[in-house]
């Protein structure tokens, strides 16, 4: 009832507000513009909206297979943050955003009554067993999959079920049939693609988070593989803990500071714990960003991707961003991740060559102290 007084009251504000510019001599169009029927101005949004929704589920899938491949080739680095994983996203319209139900289904030829796969991986457990994007996914070990949160059910059901051999029931051009998939174990993070020009990426304790800006910024495989690598890098490492673990020592130190100026009849009203805090959160972060760089190097390489001229992408991320050319507050500059990125490739090469382990040379690799209490605040790219 409230938003129906509302609605009425905001729209005679609109008209009195016009009203009044015009009144006040405001400069207002000339032209005679030409009339624009309602129906047409609907369908060519319907249009772009169905073209933006297939363009971002293609880029899903190329940001899906990378981390498939990163997942499941430094599964050891990622402790016990693990799950079986098949390589297929399915969906149906109810277990997407609401947003996008009135043409998910007509966006990409999706129907109603049974998940969908929208992305398979090549080469992944569910290539493998021959289902293909577009085949309709009905069931795990006979058990019906839901038509509401579709992907999040299926995880949780590989995760339970391990690597044990699943009977997928399939529906293939209106034909029914089971084949056999059989997981493989691979890092669990999740990782979110977000609409956003930005081009940039980060990590929180709970999910990486890609944004189309980088997607489009990459363009190569590898370029990609070095920024999703980089964000499980932050995750392995644990470097919002260690962020945070700093920002609570520059706290207690500030906070030490303000109560012996207190003790001298001052109140600094928190100043020193603030920036001290501010301070702590910010040291070593330009340390952390290239041990970032470096070990996401060493993650692409294990899952196979060809790392020689993919440095190109610092220039390209000057050319957009000219201020990464130049300031290093919180990230190295361009040019230092560049060289250092050819130091790394260089590097990996000649492990190749003489048969070693791709290990990066790491000393310290793990949390040593509990995670000071927090907000989860992201590592950005």
Not at 52 to 65: A, F, I, N, S
Request: charged share 20%.
């Amino acid at each position: 009832m409230v938003r129906g007084i509302i609605r009425p009251i905001g729209a005679a504000v609109a008209q009195a507000l016009t009203l009044a510019l015009s009144m006040a001599g405001c400069a207002m169009p000339v032209s005679k513009l030409p009339d624009l029927p309602a129906d047409l101005v609907a369908a060519e949004q319907r249009r772009e909206q169905i073209a933006q929704l297939r363009k971002y589920y293609g880029e899903l899938h190329r940001v899906d297979t990378i981390a498939f491949r990163l997942r499941t080739a430094n599964v050891a680095d990622c402790k016990d943050w693990v799950s079986a994983q098949i390589g297929l996203y399915a969906v149906t319209p109810r277990s997407l955003p609401r947003k996008y139900q009135s043409y998910i289904a007509e966006a990409l030829n999706i129907g109603w009554m049974r998940p969908t796969a929208i992305s398979v991986v090549e080469d992944s457990p569910a290539a493998n067993a021959g289902i293909v994007a577009g085949d309709e996914i009905i069931a795990l070990n006979g058990e019906l999959i839901p038509l509401w949160g579709t992907a999040g059910w299926m995880g949780g059901w590989l995760k339970a079920n391990g690597v044990k051999p699943v009977e997928v029931a399939v529906r293939h051009d209106g034909v029914d049939r089971v084949v056999t998939v059989t997981p493989v174990m691979g890092c669990a993070i999740p990782i979110a693609y977000t609409v956003d020009a930005d081009a940039n990426a980060s990590a929180s304790d709970t999910k990486i988070t890609i944004n189309t800006g980088i997607v489009a910024l990459a363009e190569t495989d590898a370029q990609l593989a070095l920024v999703i690598g980089h964000e499980m890098a932050h995750s392995n490492l644990g470097h919002n803990d260690k962020k945070r673990w700093n920002q609570l020592l520059g706290t207690t130190t500030g906070a030490a500071v303000d109560v012996g100026i207190l003790a001298g009849g001052v109140s600094t009203g928190g100043l020193f714990a603030r920036q001290f805090g501010h301070f702590g959160a910010l040291a070593y972060s330009v340390g952390f960003e290239r041990e970032a760089d470096y070990v996401g190097a060493y993650y692409a390489a294990r899952a196979g991707y060809d790392l020689n001229g993919a440095e190109d992408f610092w220039r390209r991320l000057g050319l957009l961003a000219p201020a990464t050319i130049l300031v290093a507050k919180t990230h190295p500059i361009n040019a230092t991740r560049l060289v250092q990125l050819q130091k790394v490739t260089a590097e990996i090469e000649d492990k190749k060559r003489r048969h070693e382990p791709l290990v990066p040379d790491l000393k310290y690799v793990s949390v040593e102290h509990d995670p000071a209490p927090g907000d989860a605040a992201a590592v950005k790219f």
